[in-house]
């Protein structure tokens, strides 16, 4: 980082005094400053569940406890691809780095960490976590999981960076650590007040409250973890807290709560479908409970999975876990003075919304839905979670002309959740979908006519046309494009540089550029194939798709295979739209001269 500082007097009017202004400019040296480091070896082995066993402590504002890593090695492991630079930082031992492990993490302290024994496996008579884990039910995994987690371990060194915790054996040579082989790790750790993935702070009835805020780094300051699009685990959650406090979490269904010693409850959560660690999310807090919708699911096995006909998966490969019911059950948390307001905007607009959106694009991807509304400093309007959103207080204005607001989020299901970007800097690929289907979902929900209808989408164009233009004058030309990785070897580089491209930059956080483009982009296909056939083609993108990582050349290419005639007419325009920044191709392409 480069700073300049600067004097600068200025001359006083008679009888005044100096003014002197000292003004500092601060520039990176290089990218990295901008972008964000992703420092796991996932080339030798991966996470493929983790245990969250943590205490809540809101005076000190800080959990503690420990997580507990299952790895697996890694597809061909024992070699990096030719030219491959090592993407994670090296240890300070003297062992080769088959005998560490690197995870992300920032801003969390370590006290140990072991390395746990393995029972035996009856097949193949040696510590295996796949044989115990194959062919059985999802409880069985659960308590196979947590019997592991609770074993006597050796202890491993360990070294913590800015960005990274990097664990390694000691014993030379090392006896049983090798991260080719699958093995288990448990580490015993606290979170720290500065860390960013979590806000502390009081609610609006003056309640103190924590919860996972969606920063740049994802979730390092809570747990380590691999933090990449492509690392997919499942996982366990054991949270304690105070009798008064209420804990939300991402997970399959809602938890089971269990008394604890000395006036606290711990929350048990868990996950059996395949997500990176960047979709947990958590909240503890004091808030009042709302039911707005209830559901026969509830009377029938929670843990009874259901395969609908589009997908060809079995029930043990595919680890989507649809609903059958059109509304999900769900219930809304908030602080007790805003309650009243919650149900008079939430109680009609939400069944009608989670209904509209099962109309459109089929079963909802998970089984139930919380909706928090999170304190005023809030940063934005809403975040999606798999089964838990957050709300700002904001889209309560009292006539849910806001609630399209909800109907983004609860998009993010499909586009952002259950089908997920290969590559975080294409944001279009979610935020732009959503974006797109607030606009087809929000009039049918509050009952508007079809011209009604046809006048408000219109209406909206011509308002997120206005915000486009506006940002795309005041915003770096390199944050303007929709697909920098345009190119596999382009997008490889994202891995092997180890960072995200400007995954840390400030100005990111209030731009709306890639929701804004992606949406427009999405209108223009509507308008191309008529809206109601791409409303068809949505519904088969995300059936085609679903647990799975996406790119926009996936995107397009089905979408190219069910609409033949748009190839030949835009593939090169399209290049263009997504891999610069020009203005004149937007107006262009979406013939946006009929506004002016």
Not at 69 to 74: G, Y
Request: with cysteine.
């Amino acid at each position: 980082m480069k700073c300049n500082a600067f004097i600068e007097k200025s001359k006083p009017a008679k009888g005044g005094t100096f003014h002197i202004k000292l003004r500092i400019n601060m520039e990176a040296d290089d990218q990295e400053i901008m972008d964000l480091p992703m420092m796991s070896n996932r080339d030798i082995s991966l996470v493929t569940h983790y245990i969250i066993d943590l205490s809540c402590d809101m005076k000190s504002k800080s959990f503690t406890g420990s997580i507990t890593l299952f790895m697996q090695p890694a597809p061909k492991s024992t070699s990096l691809p030719s030219g491959r630079k090592t993407p994670y930082v090296i240890c300070s031992s003297n062992f080769s780095n088959q005998n560490e492990t690197s995870q992300d993490a920032c801003n969390i302290h370590v006290s140990q960490v072991k390395l746990l024994e393995l029972p035996n496996c009856d097949k193949c008579t040696k510590p295996c976590l796949k044989c115990r884990t194959a062919n059985v039910t999802q409880l069985e995994k659960e308590k196979f999981f947590r019997f592991c987690s609770s074993q006597p371990g050796q202890n491993l060194r360990f070294s913590t960076t800015k960005w990274s915790l990097n664990i390694w054996d000691e014993r030379q040579p090392p006896e049983r650590f090798d991260a080719r082989l699958p093995f288990v790790v448990r580490i015993e750790y606290s979170t720290l007040p500065e860390g960013k993935s979590l806000k502390w702070v009081a609610d609006q009835d003056g309640n103190m409250t924590v919860f996972t805020r969606g920063d740049f780094i994802n979730n390092r300051s809570l747990f380590p973890s691999q933090d990449h699009p492509e690392t997919l685990s499942t996982w366990q959650a054991y949270i304690t807290v105070t009798v008064s406090d209420v804990v939300l979490m991402t997970g399959d269904q809602e938890a089971v709560v269990t008394q604890q010693e000395n006036g606290f409850v711990q929350f048990y959560y868990q996950s059996s479908m395949l997500m990176p660690s960047s979709t947990v999310a958590i909240a503890v807090g004091q808030w009042q409970i709302l039911t707005i919708c209830e559901s026969e699911s509830l009377v029938n096995d929670k843990r009874e999975k259901w395969v609908p006909d589009f997908c060809s998966s079995s029930h043990h490969s595919c680890s989507v876990n649809f609903s059958q019911h059109p509304i999900l059950p769900c219930r809304v948390f908030a602080p007790k003075s805003l309650l009243a307001q919650v149900e008079a905007e939430f109680q009609h607009y939400l069944p009608k919304c989670l209904a509209e959106m099962h109309n459109v694009f089929g079963p909802h991807p998970f089984c139930r839905l919380d909706i928090l509304l999170v304190p005023s400093c809030f940063e934005s309007l809403g975040m999606a979670n798999p089964c838990l959103i957050f709300l700002s207080e904001s889209i309560l204005v009292g006539n849910c002309s806001f609630c399209c607001r909800l109907s983004h989020e609860i998009s993010h299901s499909w586009f952002g959740l259950v089908l997920g970007p290969k590559d975080w800097t294409e944001e279009w690929m979610t935020e732009g979908f959503a974006s797109f289907v607030e606009d087809l979902v929000h009039p049918k929900v509050i009952g508007m006519n079809e011209k009604e209808a046809e006048d408000w989408f219109e209406l909206r164009a011509l308002i997120k046309y206005r915000v486009l233009t506006a940002e795309l004058s005041h915003t770096n030309d390199e944050l303007q494009i929709m697909r920098i990785n345009e190119s596999d070897a382009v997008a490889n580089k994202t891995e092997e540089n180890g960072s995200v491209k400007n995954g840390l930059n400030p100005d990111k956080k209030c731009l709306q550029v890639h929701y804004l483009k992606g949406y427009f982009l999405l209108r223009f296909f509507s308008q191309k194939v008529g809206l109601p056939h791409f409303k068809i083609f949505l519904r088969k993108y995300v059936h085609h798709f679903h647990g799975q990582l996406v790119s926009s050349q996936d995107f397009l290419q089905l979408l190219f295979k069910e609409f033949p005639k748009l190839r030949f007419l835009l593939l090169s325009t399209l290049s263009s739209l997504l891999n610069t920044h020009s203005l004149f191709l937007v107006c262009l392409l979406f013939h946006f001269e009929l506004f002016f």
